[in-house]
């Protein structure tokens, strides 16, 4: 069994966020780092949390050269939700789901003899592009793991 990678979350800019002004906006930068639990090395930063990563999970540090788990994971070897997160990210269900809200709102504030359910069905369709654009690029990530994961006789880490 292999030591964990060491996960920290950084947000240098959170207490901007009780100024006045536009720089509380900075509050949105954040990231999370990944280090080695050996000797600390960052190997890794992601500005999008908790991202799934398609790979054996097995990593070789570069600087101390010691084995570690890095936390990611082949795809069989991810349960449902995070299968289901690849394929339909945070960001992609947010545009659909402003989407799908404007659409339900203009029934209410649209008058009564303009109410058009194929509007609503449509604006949502137009909402799903952003899904339906990555679903192509998630599906060759997945392809590529199953082979990896194969090739390597199924074992996990």
């Given at each position: 069994?292999?030591?964990?990678?060491?996960?920290?979350?950084?947000?240098?800019?959170?207490?901007?966020?009780?100024?006045?002004?536009?720089?509380?906006?900075?509050?949105?930068?954040?990231?999370?780092?990944?280090?080695?639990?050996?000797?600390?090395?960052?190997?890794?930063?992601?500005?999008?949390?908790?991202?799934?990563?398609?790979?054996?999970?097995?990593?070789?540090?570069?600087?101390?050269?010691?084995?570690?788990?890095?936390?990611?994971?082949?795809?069989?070897?991810?349960?449902?939700?995070?299968?289901?997160?690849?394929?339909?990210?945070?960001?992609?269900?947010?545009?659909?789901?402003?989407?799908?809200?404007?659409?339900?709102?203009?029934?209410?504030?649209?008058?009564?003899?303009?109410?058009?359910?194929?509007?609503?069905?449509?604006?949502?369709?137009?909402?799903?592009?952003?899904?339906?654009?990555?679903?192509?690029?998630?599906?060759?990530?997945?392809?590529?793991?199953?082979?990896?994961?194969?090739?390597?006789?199924?074992?996990?880490v």
């Open positions: 069994m292999l030591p964990h990678a060491i996960r920290e979350d950084d947000n240098p800019f959170a207490l901007l966020g009780l100024t006045p002004g536009l720089q509380r906006l900075l509050i949105f930068i954040r990231w999370t780092s990944y280090k080695c639990p050996h000797c600390g090395h960052v190997f890794r930063r992601n500005f999008w949390p908790s991202a799934i990563r398609l790979e054996s999970g097995q990593r070789k540090c570069k600087e101390c050269g010691m084995l570690f788990d890095d936390g990611s994971r082949e795809w069989p070897e991810l349960p449902f939700g995070r299968r289901l997160r690849l394929f339909l990210p945070p960001l992609a269900i947010g545009i659909w789901g402003g989407f799908l809200v404007a659409a339900v709102i203009s029934l209410y504030v649209s008058p009564r003899d303009e109410h058009s359910w194929g509007v609503v069905f449509l604006v949502s369709a137009v909402g799903l592009i952003p899904v339906l654009a990555w679903s192509p690029v998630a599906l060759m990530r997945v392809i590529y793991s199953i082979h990896r994961y194969n090739a390597r006789g199924g074992a996990g």
